[in-house]
């Protein structure tokens, strides 16, 4: 359904737009009454709560609570049309899959506070399209065309929520102006305005308010999705383990990518996650030679040649849509030159510092500074940069071939709770049930003249993600091997011979 599509207020309006240019301009009253009949009942009346429902259930539960009072609204996001009928890849807005474990487009959830405190939970969903209008088979998202939605009756057993449909969604946010209500904006431009109606914010200050009830939500949400609980570990171990076999994939197709481009590996990653049903969490970053420079290189569009490094940073997301986050460097040949063996082991002892330093109770900030100190001696050792160490860190001038932060949470997003406060995140300590990156690097610019020519157009990225547990940490992508020598291990036993 498209912006423009939302069906109105009334249940039994049609929900389709006519096909622009069809060639069946009209249809005769005769094929109307016919396609309307003659249907079995397909009504799925067996079904169980999804395994996530007690999860999304205690999750909206602690949101409630963070805001007694409060209605809260939170979209799913609508398709976004490309041209005529035909739309850009939909994904679920993450807020709304975390409280629902829906992950279908133009529903909404909502929290409605009771009189006696506590919230009345509802999910407004698009029903099943209706056989009586015509919507089934001449709309263009109607059930013969884009496939079968859940009813609501079937959305609310498999859920666990009490469900309504979302064309009364307006109409019954509109009915009551008086409560506060907060939205996660920016999903849904209709659902934006219809709450920017109801505070009807005439002054600056009353606008400024407005803007904070909503960042508020967000913000809150971020900060109760920093720890995960074991069903969402369990989810991302899924994500992890299905890109540990994308990239053994990529490992033993490197001969093909050898006689086509960086885009065969990004293409067989892909297939590994397709096939499996699953997604993937960004754009895969393909980025063979001095490609691998560009932090995110998703053209890839180059050469695989067989001296190079070849740098895959790729995740899976599955269909719960949690996502991996995972890097390896790799030499195409199957060996590491010894200047490319030295970038690595470096790098790879600044990933093993960052990892040491995960643990719950120290800083968020401490396996950033962990890595980076070992990058800062190894520059200052080669003699890229002017010691000492410690004036190098205090000024950051490692940071001309480190680039990039050493690491972040991840979860439902790949740079999961951005938005959360930074007295839970990024200057918090960290906790049991947090899963993060940890993913150090070094890019030498292939027109940096400050290195030696040689090092120029190397990039190398290590990047696991890492839980935090009560007694430290588990490294969840622990399946793929790390050091240079388990490296080329690993490709010898996947690379023809
Ligand atoms: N794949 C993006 C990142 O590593 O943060
Ligand atoms: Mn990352
Ligand atoms: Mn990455």
Redesign the pocket.
């Known amino acids: 359904m498209s912006e423009q599509q939302r069906p109105q207020a009334e249940t039994d309006a049609p929900v389709f737009s006519p096909r622009k240019n069809g060639q069946a301009q009209s249809v005769s009253d005769e094929l109307a009454g016919w396609m309307s009949t003659g249907w079995a009942d397909t009504e799925m009346r067996d079904l169980e709560p999804i395994e996530q429902a007690e999860h999304t259930a205690r999750r909206r539960e602690t949101l409630g609570a963070a805001f007694p009072g409060d209605r809260l609204v939170i979209p799913s996001g609508q398709l976004l049309t490309r041209s005529n009928d035909t739309e850009y890849p939909f994904r679920a807005a993450t807020n709304y899959a975390y409280l629902t474990g829906d992950t279908t487009d133009g529903n909404c959830l909502v929290l409605t506070p009771k009189a006696g405190g506590g919230h009345e939970v509802t999910l407004y969903l698009k029903p099943r399209s209706n056989r009586d209008n015509g919507e089934f088979w001449l709309g263009g998202y109607g059930e013969l065309w884009t496939g079968r939605r859940n009813s609501l009756e079937e959305a609310a057993v498999l859920l666990g929520v009490a469900t309504a449909d979302v064309r009364t969604l307006p109409a019954a946010l509109r009915a009551d102006d008086a409560v506060t209500t907060r939205i996660v904006r920016g999903h849904d431009t209709e659902l934006d305005t219809v709450v920017d109606e109801l505070r009807a914010d005439t002054d600056e200050e009353s606008r400024a308010k407005s803007v904070k009830l909503d960042e508020d939500l967000g913000v809150a949400l971020a900060d109760h999705r920093l720890v995960k609980d074991e069903w969402e570990v369990a989810q991302l171990q899924l994500a992890v383990d299905a890109t540990t076999r994308g990239f053994g994939d990529v490992a033993k197709a490197l001969p093909q990518a050898k006689d086509t481009s960086e885009r065969y590996v990004e293409g067989t990653f892909f297939l590994r996650a397709r096939v499996e049903g699953n997604d993937v969490g960004?754009g895969t970053?393909a980025a063979s030679g001095a490609n691998a420079t560009t932090l995110?290189w998703t053209r890839n569009d180059g050469p695989v040649r067989e001296g190079d490094l070849l740098l895959l940073?790729?995740?899976v997301e599955t269909t719960t849509l949690y996502t991996a986050?995972v890097?390896r460097t790799m030499p195409v040949s199957g060996t590491f030159t010894d200047l490319q063996r030295k970038v690595y082991d470096l790098v790879y002892a600044a990933q093993e510092a960052g990892i040491a330093a995960v643990a719950p109770g120290k800083p968020f900030t401490a396996f950033h500074e962990a890595s980076q100190r070992v990058l800062a001696e190894g520059l200052v050792e080669w003699g890229l940069l002017e010691g000492p160490v410690e004036r190098v860190l205090e000024l950051g001038l490692q940071r001309r071939y480190t680039l990039?932060g050493t690491g972040?949470m991840l979860g439902l997003d790949?740079?999961d709770c951005a938005v959360s406060r930074q007295e839970t995140h990024l200057y918090g300590d960290l906790k049991a049930g947090m899963v993060l990156?940890v993913?150090p690097g070094l890019y030498f610019q292939p027109d940096d003249l400050t290195v030696p020519e040689e090092l120029r157009g190397i990039g190398v990225?290590i990047?696991d993600d890492v839980l935090v547990t009560e007694e430290g940490r588990t490294v969840m992508s622990a399946g793929l091997p790390r050091s240079s020598a388990d490296v080329e291990a690993w490709l010898a036993e996947r690379l023809p011979r």
């Open positions: 960004y970053i995110h940073d790729a995740g986050d890097t990039h972040h790949v740079h990156t993913e990225r990047e």
